[in-house]
C-alpha cells in the first residue's frame, strides 16, 4: 500500500493550497480517508475526514468553514482545500486511511492502518 501526498507548498496568509493523496495497492473504496498534521515541536493532530462514500466528513474546530475534504473514488484519492491559511497552519500534512470500522476512527491516529510521507505546508507569519 502507498499512499502519496502532494500539493502543500509556501503560502502567504490568507491564500488557498489543495493537497492530494494519491492511494495504490489497496481497494480505496474500503477505507475511510483521514488527513493530520504535525508542527514543529507539537504532537500530531487530527485535521479532517472522509467516510469511504464521501458521505460524512469530519473537521478540527480550528479548519472548519476554511478547509474542505473530498475523495474522487475512481481516481483513488482524497483531497484537502485548505482556503484562508494562517501561519498556525504551517506543518507536514499527513493522509492516511483506515479500514472501515476501525475503533477510534476518525480522530484516533491509532484508528489508521496507513500513512503517506508527508507534504510540507508554510504559511509565513
Known amino acids: 500500500v502507498q499512499l502519496q501526498a502532494s500539493g502543500g507548498g509556501l503560502v502567504q496568509a490568507g491564500g488557498s493550497l489543495r493537497l492530494s493523496c494519491a492511494a495504490s495497492?489497496?481497494?480505496?473504496?474500503?477505507?475511510?480517508m483521514g488527513w493530520f498534521r504535525q508542527a514543529p515541536g507539537k504532537v500530531r493532530e487530527f485535521v479532517s475526514a472522509?467516510?469511504?462514500?464521501?458521505?460524512?466528513?469530519y473537521y478540527h474546530d480550528s479548519v472548519k468553514g476554511r478547509f474542505t475534504i473530498s475523495r474522487d473514488n475512481a481516481k483513488n484519492t482524497v483531497y484537502l482545500q485548505m482556503n484562508s491559511l494562517n501561519p498556525e497552519d504551517t506543518a507536514i500534512y499527513y493522509c492516511?486511511?483506515?479500514?472501515?470500522?476501525?475503533?477510534?476512527?476518525?480522530?484516533?491516529?491509532?484508528?489508521?492502518?496507513?500513512w503517506g510521507q508527508g507534504t510540507q505546508v508554510t504559511v509565513p507569519s
Open positions: 495497492g489497496l481497494t480505496f473504496r474500503n477505507y475511510n
Open positions: 472522509i467516510t469511504w462514500s464521501g458521505n460524512n466528513t
Open positions: 492516511a486511511c483506515a479500514r472501515l470500522g476501525r475503533a477510534g476512527w476518525p480522530t484516533r491516529d491509532n484508528a489508521y492502518n496507513y
